[in-house]
């Protein structure tokens, strides 16, 4: 279970009872505790990117979402469910180390309800068809369900949600936190997986790939659909036979299971250069594979570009992983391989 370093508690957080049970409860801890006068998070040490980075993972703020206008979250969902921001991982190539800038905190909601009456409203406006909200999208938000349990809250929200469903990614393994909430099949759960040689490389304090699929065992049991993601796939050294090794894994593990419901989305490992000069600040000894000779330049949707690999590795990768999920999972869905 994650224990942050120091709790960080904004002024209006002890205004909502689940903020008041927090802050009593971390009392009790060895974790500094700072209670602020105001809703400007503070008190996070670090003098450069990477200490401020190291610190700010290791700290939980305790806040109150009060823009309760919701992101946009195209193409696998309509809005984004703001339950967290930030994460306990640091994996190097991570999005949020751009998107978070210098702040790399973590920082949870109180005022849950409100967030889910405002996914009401919308899933009203679009009443009639149904409205998908992303619970991941600029979090891992698993490693603090034991804290906020929004994770579970949320499932048992949708579950009474005739036009609602929920979805969110995680990499970590703390299910039990979540699996007993009667779901009705409105939630999708979808584990991140890799090959333990890019965990151990750039996925720092994340759980390996045996314990993330064990924990989809579990998920799978309760009958959650499940989908896997695969990413970033790295096409590099015996790149073909560790990922077979991985999906062989996965089907070791669940092929005990009826009626899997179950997804794969690939992404192979592209990067931009503002995430680039940013993962060389705060990893200075890096070696992800980011040699933009050995890559092909491509803007993408949002106007900035990226370096991929090229045409043809993605086109090797899309032969491999069709043959290898639709031998290991025939039943399976295979919604896209980029
Ligand atoms: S687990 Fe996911 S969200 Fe967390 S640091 Fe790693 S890639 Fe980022």
């Not at 978070?100 to 406006?125: C, F, H, M, S």
């Not at 891992?140 to 369900?145: R, S, T």
């Not at 419901?261 to 940013?278: D, M, P, V």
């Not at 060389?280 to 000894?285: A, W």
Request: aromatic letters at 14%.
């Amino acid at each position: 279970m994650f224990v942050p370093k120091r709790v960080i508690f904004e002024k209006d957080a002890l205004k909502y009872r689940r903020g008041i049970e927090l802050y009593e409860y971390f009392q009790n801890k060895d974790v500094e505790i700072i209670k602020l006068n105001s809703n400007r998070v503070q008190g996070i040490p670090g003098v450069d990117l990477a200490e401020k980075y190291a610190e700010g993972k290791r700290t939980l703020v305790i806040g109150v979402r009060k823009t309760l206008k919701f992101q946009t979250c195209k193409p696998s969902a309509h809005y984004q469910l703001p339950l967290v921001t930030g994460c306990i991982g640091h994996c190097e190539y991570c999005y949020l180390n751009t998107q978070l800038g210098d702040k790399p905190y973590i920082r949870v909601y109180v005022n849950i309800e409100e967030i889910l009456q405002q996914a009401e409203k919308y899933t009203q406006e679009r009443k009639g068809d149904i409205t998908i909200f992303e619970g991941a999208a600029t979090s891992d938000p698993l490693p603090v369900e034991p804290y906020t349990r929004g994770l579970a809250q949320a499932i048992g929200f949708f579950a009474n949600q005739p036009d609602g469903r929920f979805r969110f990614v995680t990499k970590y393994t703390n299910v039990e936190d979540f699996i007993e909430v009667e779901h009705n099949g409105h939630t999708t759960v979808r584990f991140s997986l890799n090959t333990d040689r890019v965990i151990k490389s750039y996925e720092h304090f994340t759980p390996p790939a045996g314990k993330r699929i064990e924990a989809a065992r579990k998920v799978m049991e309760k009958e959650f659909p499940t989908g896997f993601l695969i990413a970033p796939v790295f096409l590099e050294g015996d790149w073909k036979r560790e990922y077979e090794s991985l999906l062989t894994m996965l089907r070791d593990n669940i092929s005990h299971i009826p009626n899997k419901n179950i997804s794969f989305e690939i992404i192979s490992h592209r990067y931009t250069s503002k995430a680039k000069n940013r993962i060389l600040e705060i990893f200075p000894q890096t070696s992800l594979p980011m040699e933009e000779e050995d890559r092909s330049f491509k803007y993408g949707q949002f106007g900035y570009g990226k370096y991929m690999y090229n045409k043809e590795q993605i086109s090797e990768m899309k032969e491999f992983f069709e043959k290898v999920i639709t031998t290991y999972f025939p039943e399976s869905k295979i919604l896209y391989i980029i």
